[in-house]
């Protein structure tokens, strides 16, 4: 069965919340750390940043953020799962950071934030769940600033055919053997397969942004095109 609304997403994604970091790491063999950086260094001409980390999960993104940039003014994580942010806490006060970030419980696709609060929105592996993209993106466009940048990392099906089927392979049959083995919870990782294989491809996303009334679209294929990083300014 799928989640077919918020609440649900945010049970599932609690319940996996003890072993979500550790899965992240091993079942991408690590190449989460590299998509992470690539992120954070699209930011690194920009000045003055005030960022909104959405569907910020365990708060890698944001981590990733804060300790390439000395200089971010201010930080707001969001995200529907309670269990996931007192893990982000957890990981920021660890590293010393837990005064520089404030987190928030909320749904992404309808944020508490005024209008034109942000100069950057990220999100990392989070619109493939949300039930109405072309909204979220919409609710992304209204807290930017003008001249505002989102950056979006997300799982794709690969382009090469041989590649895909490979990929496609890992994700319906060992993806969810390994994970659930370590977790205890099958559920969730065949959920990610699904949800991947349903998703927008590249091409049709970048169309859901222009579509959004965002300039400026431009896409970053990332390890044989397992993840893309798509950003787009808000005129």
């Not at 003890?18 to 992240?24: G, R, S, V």
């Not at 034109?116 to 979220?136: H, I, L, Y």
């Not at 053997?177 to 959920?191: E, F, K, L, M, N």
Request: proline share 5%.
């Amino acid at each position: 069965m799928v989640p077919s609304d918020t609440n649900c997403v945010a049970e599932m994604f609690g319940r996996i919340a003890p072993t979500y970091d550790l899965l992240n790491h091993l079942l991408s063999f690590g190449q989460d750390y590299f998509w992470r950086r690539k992120v954070a260094a699209c930011l690194d001409e920009h000045k003055n940043i005030m960022l909104a980390d959405l569907a910020t999960g365990t708060g890698d993104i944001l981590i990733a953020l804060l300790r390439r940039r000395n200089d971010i003014e201010s930080v707001v994580g969001l995200d529907i799962s309670g269990k996931m942010l007192a893990v982000c806490k957890k990981k920021l006060n660890r590293l010393g950071l837990g005064n520089q970030a404030v987190l928030i419980r909320g749904d992404a696709s309808h944020t508490p934030f005024e209008d034109n609060s942000f100069n950057v929105v990220t999100m990392a592996f989070g619109v493939r769940n949300m039930p109405d993209v072309p909204a979220a993106l919409k609710e992304i466009r209204r807290i930017l600033t003008p001249a505002g940048k989102m950056l979006i990392l997300e799982f794709s099906l690969p382009a090469s055919r041989i590649v895909r089927v490979m990929y496609l392979l890992y994700l319906k049959i060992l993806l969810p053997v390994i994970a659930g083995g370590v977790s205890g919870d099958y559920q969730p990782y065949r959920y990610l397969g699904r949800t991947i294989e349903s998703f927008c491809s590249p091409f049709e996303f970048t169309r859901c942004m222009i579509d959004a009334g965002f300039e400026n679209v431009a896409v970053q294929p990332l390890s044989l095109g397992v993840a893309y990083i798509y950003t787009a300014a808000k005129p």
